[in-house]
């Protein structure tokens, strides 16, 4: 790639820290459980193609994904092809392509059933079908009326509907302030499992109920198959699941995860800036004394939440160091006055660790008023992605 291509700033994946997570989770699951990799939202923002390569290199084979588009992206990732489930959006025509391709999806609604049916009917193959069960999310879920329906079609026509699963969404797992709502859920879901297990005489390949959060702190949940997001990125799904896990140790332990994500940049430019002043567009920030600034060039066009204005932190040559003035559309301007030498070039860490400081996605958030899943699914596609192999 020429340099005319790069963007102005990349992300590095380390192929390291992810091998570290797929041990952790592969640890937890109970004997049997089918690891599903779930890669929505641009595999978290860290790049659905550059993660399922990684990923297939750690013997990653099943993945899940919200829509058509998604699940399009896996499948053209060189290697062997991958078992693929759509958990969300499929219109008429890319229904019709999940179905000739193969691919398994959920159905959570009368129409989606009826039309399954026709399409795989129509064309000679068989749709791969994952019943979404309400439990009391209220999101998207079948009642029991077109349960009732899906089981007996699923008898009459078992070449074209392959039930593939059965499933349900648990509404916030990583906080035990749904724990009643939670056990609520899982009981119903269990009472649904019982009853369409003795009302069809197809059986499902798969019960699954369990994501990241519930995957640690709700073992029962794992049944066939668990749905596994936030954790093999790094991330415990909260706060409190982390605190949960370190609290059921019987010795002291750190983090058991490695966060795959940096995201860097380099200095534009430098300038200094008299006493008296004020930086960037408006009047929120006033240099009180003469100051050296640098001109970072990511902007909220990138990513980088205005929010950050006159909060954000960078790492520049091992400093930590503030941004200053309101974040623009393309640049941030940093203070760089306590750093001994500094050139257009340098190395910028956005995200991720220099030397002994770190910029965790955390305290990012913190700083950004984001949670760790908005912050990494808004940074865009087109951000240059680099898998590092140490």
Same mark, same amino acid.
């Given at each position: 790639m020429s340099?005319?291509?790069?963007? #102005?700033?990349? +992300? &590095?994946?380390?192929? !390291?820290?992810?091998?570290? *997570?797929?041990?952790?989770?592969?640890?937890? /699951?109970?004997?049997?459980?089918?690891f599903?990799?779930?890669?929505?939202?641009?595999?978290?923002?860290?790049?659905?193609?550059?993660?399922?390569?990684?990923?297939?290199?750690?013997?990653?084979?099943?993945?899940?994904?919200?829509?058509?588009?998604?699940?399009?992206?896996?499948?053209?990732?060189?290697?062997?092809?991958?078992?693929?489930?759509?958990?969300?959006?499929?219109?008429?025509?890319?229904? #019709?392509?999940? +179905? &000739?391709?193969?691919? !398994?999806?959920?159905?959570? *609604?009368?129409?989606?059933?009826?039309?399954? /049916?026709?399409?795989?009917?129509?064309?000679?193959?068989?749709?791969?079908?994952?019943?979404?069960?309400e439990t009391g999310m209220n999101r998207t879920g079948l009642d029991d009326q077109t349960l009732d329906l899906a089981l007996s079609l699923l008898d009459q026509y078992p070449e074209a509907l392959k039930w593939d699963g059965i499933c349900t969404h648990l509404a916030g797992a990583e906080s035990i302030g749904n724990y009643v709502r939670i056990k609520k859920q899982h009981i119903h879901f269990q009472k649904k499992v019982k009853y369409a297990l003795q009302a069809c005489d197809q059986k499902p390949a798969a019960i699954h109920e369990a994501c990241s959060a519930a995957m640690l702190r709700y073992p029962k949940t794992h049944w066939d198959l668990v749905r596994i997001g936030i954790l093999q990125y790094g991330f415990f799904p909260s706060r409190e699941t982390f605190i949960e896990y370190v609290a059921l140790s019987k010795e002291p332990i750190e983090d058991p995860?490695?966060?795959?994500?940096?995201?860097?940049?380099?200095?534009?430019?430098t300038k200094m800036v008299p006493a008296g002043q004020f930086v960037g567009y408006g009047t929120s920030y006033l240099a009180n004394a003469a100051i050296r600034v640098a001109q970072i060039p990511v902007g909220?066009?990138?990513?980088?939440?205005?929010?950050?204005?006159?909060?954000?932190?960078v790492l520049i040559r091992g400093h930590r160091v503030n941004v200053i003035g309101m974040?623009?559309?393309?640049?941030?301007?940093?203070?760089?006055?306590?750093?001994?030498?500094?050139f257009v070039g340098d190395e910028v860490v956005l995200i991720g660790r220099q030397g002994e400081q770190e910029?965790?996605?955390?305290?990012?958030?913190?700083?950004?008023?984001?949670?760790?899943?908005?912050?990494?699914?808004?940074?865009?596609?087109?951000?240059?992605r680099r898998i590092m192999t140490q």
């Open positions: 340099n005319i291509q790069h963007t #102005t700033s990349f +992300i &590095e994946l380390s192929q !390291s820290a992810l091998a570290v *997570n797929l041990a952790f989770i592969r640890s937890r /699951l109970t004997t049997g459980a089918t599903y990799s779930v890669v929505k939202g641009n595999a978290y923002g860290h790049g659905i193609r550059e993660f399922v390569t990684m990923s297939k290199a750690c013997g990653v084979d099943h993945f899940a994904v919200f829509s058509a588009d998604e699940a399009w992206h896996v499948a053209q990732v060189p290697g062997k092809k991958p078992a693929i489930m759509i958990m969300g959006m499929l219109d008429d025509a890319q229904l #019709t392509w999940a +179905i &000739e391709e193969g691919y !398994s999806y959920f159905v959570f *609604n009368r129409e989606r059933l009826e039309k399954s /049916l026709a399409m795989a009917l129509r064309i000679g193959r068989p749709a791969h079908i994952h019943l979404e069960i995860l490695r966060r795959i994500i940096s995201w860097k940049s380099r200095v534009m430019d909220y066009s990138h990513g980088y939440s205005r929010n950050l204005s006159n909060h954000g932190r974040v623009n559309m393309n640049m941030i301007q940093v203070d760089v006055s306590e750093i001994p030498e500094i910029i965790s996605v955390s305290s990012f958030s913190e700083y950004s008023d984001q949670i760790n899943y908005e912050l990494l699914t808004r940074l865009p596609q087109a951000i240059e």
